[in-house]
DNA sequence: CGTTATGTTGACGCGAGTCAACTAAGGTGG
DNA sequence: CCACCTTAGTTGACTCGCGTCAACATAACG
């Protein structure tokens, strides 16, 4: 937690703070008034760190700046499943909030820098900017969006489809935010995570990886999965972003 | 949709509207004239009807008031995921009234009877009554954590597993609205509902079910799952029903 | 430069899918 | 009220995708 975080211009942060959001709602400028008290407080988190434990009372909600963090939970038989990734943009903990006890685990994934809100201010800016709770009802149901499409993938989807589907997924979340680069898009998990998010077993992720590879649909580059052929790959996965509702977003804009 | 439906004293009719949240939020009489406007439209569904289809634009949000809905998607391959069960007490297609666009189908698997809002007079309700808007975000995170389950029930737990804990999970959100009876619940569902639901085929999903009989866990009449030994269920299924966050709701309350 | 986490590959087995045939139940019209 | 038809449920035989086990390779890291 560092104050010389804050010497950056008001527009970049209010950029920052509602991340995607702020690109397709209006914003007075009351309420970055409001969102500027708020984000007082930036809270920075090590690789491998909880954010959060399961059944421990919540303490505040996060808005991600940078870096990856995962959603999980543990069964009783010692299995892990990840729910999803939280990239930039994304908030963390605020359904932990609503109910006052996390029903999941939250770790981050590479070096995390958030936006931490206590629970009681962050709820009044919402009910005082309804534009503010319109945005929070969008990255909510957003979120549903994405679990929904998760569950087609675990229950209908064989592994190859999971795989190129979760990269067709991670594509368009990440080139909206503008991290992807020529083709390419960091992806800082390890062969373990990506068989805990989709249901695989680590060795039949590492076989259904070199598939898609030796079948010239994607390649692998230290932390990075390069796109070789996006046509192919989402014909694969059977993608359609229409879950995403990113064009939606970009028509209302207009 | 008839106008006798109406002639239900208020508090009646207030249960019925806010479902279960009801008994966890507090109301005031205003917020309760909010509502009695609002749900001047009664809507009913027989069974088999499509409330709305993927890609449609959105036209309403609906409150189950009776009767079971299915959410679910259709794949590029022609299969079906069902999402989830939508019961008394559920919202329906706040989401697509969200994104302007439905991402999934959502069709009545009984006869169904519900309120149907139009979303503008139902979004200035959540504006006027934080309450409201704060039970609307309970509902919103209990639905989200119960998709977060059934993804740990796709991705790490096997058919039988599976098939526990969607009943412990049934049984628990029917019981919490005085819809069981004597250890025995409703499921107006097929068993290729069931293989949708769980990511199973329809046989398997047979084999399972009578698996789960032959064991002397649960008996299936006509229409009813009758649970024998929820202890031995439960720990087949590995259920643990925090993620429903029931209890917390019955402490706030006190 | 050892030590630990992560990635890779082969052999083998099992849970769940597929195919196919049949039974039972529900609904409809004559 | 039966004859018919369609939908839902049941069962066995066979197949296969993916898990498990085990050994090893490589990269990350202090």
Redesign the interface.
């Known amino acids: 937690m560092s104050d010389s975080t804050f010497h950056v211009d008001l527009a970049q942060m209010i950029e920052q703070i509602v991340g995607k959001l702020s690109r397709f709602f209006d914003m007075t400028e009351e309420m970055a008034d409001g969102i500027r008290v708020l984000c007082k407080d930036s809270t920075e988190f090590a690789r491998g760190t909880l954010l959060i434990e ?2 421990q009372p919540y303490q505040k909600v996060f808005l991600v700046r940078q870096g990856w963090a995962v ?1 999980y ?1 543990l ?3 010692g ?3 990840i ?1 999803n990734f939280a990239l930039p943009g994304d908030f963390l903990c ?2 932990a909030s ?4 996390s ?2 685990f939250v770790a981050a994934k590479t070096f995390l820098q958030t936006f931490a809100f206590d629970i009681a201010p962050f ?1 009044h800016m ?2 005082s900017y ?1 534009a503010m ?2 945005a929070m ?2 990255a ?2 957003h ?3 994405v ?6 993938s ?4 064989s592994a190859r489809q999971r795989m190129a589907h979760l990269f067709c997924e991670l594509w368009r979340r990440l080139q909206l935010l503008g991290l992807t680069e020529q083709g390419a898009f960091p992806l800082p998990v390890t062969q373990e995570d990506l068989g ?4 695989l077993s680590v060795v039949h992720v590492n076989r259904t990886l070199r598939r898609l590879s030796a079948d010239g649909l994607i390649a692998r580059e230290h932390g990075l999965v390069r796109i070789l052929d996006m046509g192919r790959l989402q014909q694969v996965a ?1 993608f ?1 972003d ?2 995403l ?1 990113f064009t ?1 977003l970009a028509a ?1 804009r207009r």
């Open positions: 399961a059944d959603r939970k069964l009783p038989s299995d892990r499943q729910i605020f359904n609503i109910f006052g006890t029903d999941h709820q919402l009910t309804p709770a319109l009802s969008w909510n149901a979120e549903e969006a679990l929904a499409e998760r569950i087609a675990l229950g209908r989807r805990d998010t989709l249901g059977g359609e229409g879950y509702h939606e209302r």
